[in-house]
């Protein structure tokens, strides 16, 4: 049976943090599915998933 594989949303209040994030995951094997968003509350949103091979 395949493994689905579940995107992974990080979210966070500061831009900053968020980019963290984001650079770890990447070096972990995921690309990003959505851009780096800020929603009006002032969160900092983005979707990535894993690349399977």
């Given at each position: 049976?395949?493994?689905?594989i579940?995107p ?7 831009k ?33 998933k894993?690349?399977?091979?």
């Open positions: 049976m395949a493994r689905q579940r992974v949303v990080v979210l966070r209040r500061n900053v943090e968020v980019e963290e994030a984001i650079k770890d995951l990447e070096k972990r094997g995921f690309v990003i599915q959505h851009p780096l968003t800020m929603f009006p509350n002032g969160c900092w949103f983005a979707k990535m894993k690349i399977v091979v």
